[in-house]
T-cell receptor, first 112, second 116 residues
Framework: KQEVTQIPAALSVPEGENLVLNCSFT??????LQWFRQDPGKGLTSLLL?????REQTSGRLNASLDKSSGRSTLYIAASQPGDSATYLC???????????FGKGTMLLVSP | DTGVSQDPRHKITKRGQNVTFRCDPI?????LYWYRQTLGQGPEFLTY????????KSRLLSDRFSAERPKGSFSTLEIQRTEQGDSAMYLC??????????????FGPGTRLTVL
């Protein structure tokens, strides 16, 4: 059974810092990995999707990397802003399935 | 707005009552998913449709839960005889996918269910 772990569970940083969120998964047989953002009480916003054949994806200040063989992904946020405060969720699509398996998320607080 | 929409956004009900939620996916998406999220947890998969066919159901989906997607467009999720443990955020997502394709999932705003 695929399990996804996100470390740290919570992170508090001052504005302007670069930061890294970590995601690990137990079964490397995945189709893709998706990073989401969730604001309190809201739905999920897709940030980046990395196919299993890719090593990284970039969107603006966000960069996500994937090391499938070691079962790890990182989300790098450059020059953090208070508006980045949210919970960040990592999800993998296991091979042979169409659904996503999620981690519990990292709650990020960026203070001015 | 062409995103995924869900209705209602909030539902408060008494234990034992039936509730029904609706999800309207992005119009060209053939796949539709239901997930449930409790406080402090990531979403957990409930069920998935490709067009009108329900292809996967989680063990979390007890006999009290039923989902339909009658014309391959919108979907409904019904919970019968609600229990306090059903209190959660119910999330709907859609994607356009073939068997081994890109399949990026886009989520709606969710329906927050509170069972008293």
């Amino acid at each position: 059974k695929q399990e996804v772990t996100q470390i740290p569970a919570a992170l508090s940083v001052p504005e302007g810092e670069n930061l890294v969120l970590n995601c690990s998964f137990t079964d490397s047989a995945i189709y893709n990995l998706q990073w989401f953002r969730q604001d309190p009480g809201k739905g999920l916003t897709s940030l980046l999707l990395i196919q299993s054949s890719q090593r990284e994806q970039t969107s603006g200040r966000l960069n996500a990397s994937l090391d499938k063989s070691s079962g790890r992904s990182t989300l790098y946020i450059a020059a953090s802003q208070p508006g980045d405060s949210a919970t960040y969720l990592c999800a993998v699509r296991p091979g042979g399935y169409s659904t996503l398996t999620f981690g519990k998320g990292t709650m990020l607080l960026v203070s001015p | 707005d062409t995103g995924v929409s869900q209705d209602p956004r909030h539902k408060i009900t008494k234990r034992g009552q039936n509730v029904t939620f609706r999800c309207d996916p992005i119009s060209e998406h053939n796949r539709l998913y239901w997930y449930r999220q409790t406080l402090g947890q990531g979403p957990e998969f409930l069920t998935y449709f490709q067009n009108e066919a329900q292809l996967e159901k989680s063990r979390l989906l007890s006999d009290r839960f039923s989902a339909e997607r009658p014309k391959g467009s919108f979907s409904t999720l019904e919970i019968q005889r609600t229990e306090q443990g059903d209190s959660a955020m119910y999330l709907c997502a859609s994607s356009f996918g073939l068997s081994s394709s890109y399949n990026e999932q886009f989520f709606g705003p969710g329906t927050r269910l509170t069972v008293l």
